[in-house]
Nanobody
């Protein structure tokens, strides 16, 4: 089992940047492909992006392409979500998740472990 803890959320003005971290403990995070999701009030949890276990491949939702970058440091058991050019509509609780899937997957049932989330608020 792997335990995930997100950090780095906060309040930022539109156009600003934030970097979220997801620290893993338990099993090595290198065993898992990792995803980032977000959930705004009253909305379903949505896929943001994912990265392969080795870090060589990434995939992003259209809303994140060109603005967000996922990376990982398996030696530190940590995955990152760099967010640039933030918009008010990016306001949500952001979650990291781990999956044993061998390909990048985008739906919540395909992820086995979840963090508790970190709040990101973008003011206009």
């Amino acid at each position: 089992q792997v335990h995930l803890v997100e950090s780095g959320g906060g309040l930022v003005q539109a156009g600003g940047s934030l970097t979220l971290s997801c620290a893993a403990s338990g099993r090595p995070v290198s065993r898992y492909a990792m995803g980032w999701f977000r959930q705004a009030p009253g909305k379903v949890r949505e896929f943001v992006g994912a990265i392969t276990s080795g870090g060589g491949g990434t995939y992003y939702a259209d809303s994140a392409k060109g603005r967000f970058t996922i990376s990982r440091d398996n030696a530190k058991n940590t995955v990152y979500l760099q967010m640039n050019s933030l918009r008010p509509e990016d306001t949500a609780v952001y979650y990291c998740a781990a999956t044993s899937a061998l390909v990048l997957v985008t739906t919540t049932p395909e992820y086995h472990y979840w963090g508790q989330g970190t709040q990101v608020t973008v003011s206009s």
